[in-house]
């Protein structure tokens, strides 16, 4: 059974920095396309970012510069890197995993099978 587990959320000021962490078991972690997304209240969940099986990466122009995702494939875990964070970054953020997609930031959150619980994070200005 996959399972996701996001962990790393928190409250911190405007310009401060977080790293979440997405520990994935269940399956062969390395070939599925990783995205982080973030839903804040009121509002479609959207696409953060992605990272493919060949590790190329993407991301949404709202984070593109600040934000960093990056894999430890040994450790199945999936981390997001947030910099210089801004109050309108304030959502719940989830990691979400599948493969034969179209791997991309904007890929469609429905076109994921796999959902972690969300982890918090909250940015005070």
């Known amino acids: 059974q996959v399972q996701l587990v996001e962990s790393g959320g928190g409250s911190v000021q405007a310009g401060g920095s977080l790293r979440l962490s997405c520990a994935a078991s269940?399956?062969?972690?390395?070939?599925?396309?990783m995205g982080w997304f973030r839903q804040a209240p009121g509002k479609e969940r959207e696409g953060v970012g992605t990272i493919d099986s060949d590790g190329t990466t993407s991301y949404a122009d709202s984070v593109k510069g600040r934000f960093t995702i990056s894999e430890d494939n040994a450790k199945n875990t999936l981390y997001l890197r947030m910099n210089s964070l801004k109050p309108e970054d304030t959502a719940m953020y989830y990691c979400?995993?599948?493969?034969?997609?179209?791997?991309?930031?904007?890929?469609?959150?429905?076109?994921?099978?796999?959902w972690g619980q969300g982890t918090q994070v909250t940015v005070s200005s």
């Open positions: 269940g399956y062969t972690y390395s070939r599925d396309c």
């Open positions: 979400a995993a599948d493969r034969g997609l179209r791997c991309w930031y904007d890929t469609p959150p429905a076109d994921f099978g796999y």
